[in-house]
């Protein structure tokens, strides 16, 4: 995949999310500090059962697309799931998780991508 094909793909993870109303949607740019992904797609939700059906939506969204989610980490009673489509990482936080793990902050130094919600 290249990197314009993993833009436009973690563009339209950040519009699925839109949405279906989650919050917070901020996608970095992490190719060039990391070797296994090119972006990070993080989104907040406003409880467990809304982080859950997040997770699925995307899931449907890339399915469509034919990317596969090829592992995730955490459940959504864990108030966190980070989903693994290859170049594209997808991680849903409950408000209290994302303070806690802070990724904007650890990935500072990396460019974040414009996306307006609600567009």
């Excluded at 290249?2 to 699925?16: H, N, P, R, V, W």
């Excluded at 919050?23 to 797609?41: C, G, L, P, R």
């Excluded at 995730?72 to 408000?95: A, C, H, P, Q, T």
Aim: glycine content about 8%; charged content about 30%.
């Amino acid at each position: 995949m290249t990197k314009d094909e993993s833009k436009k793909l973690a563009m339209l993870g950040a519009q699925i999310l839109d949405s279906k109303k989650a919050h917070d949607i901020v996608i970095i740019d992490i190719s060039q500090k990391a070797s296994f992904a090119d972006y990070f797609v993080i989104a907040g939700a406003s409880n467990e059962r809304q982080l859950g059906a997040l997770a699925d939506d995307v899931d449907e969204g890339y399915a469509k697309e034919n990317l596969l989610c090829k592992g995730v980490e955490g459940r959504k009673e864990s108030g966190w799931i980070l989903m693994d489509f290859g170049d594209i990482i997808v991680n849903i936080f409950s408000d209290e998780m994302r303070q806690r793990y802070n990724i904007e902050k650890v990935w500072g130094d990396c460019e974040t991508i414009e996306f307006q919600e609600g567009n």
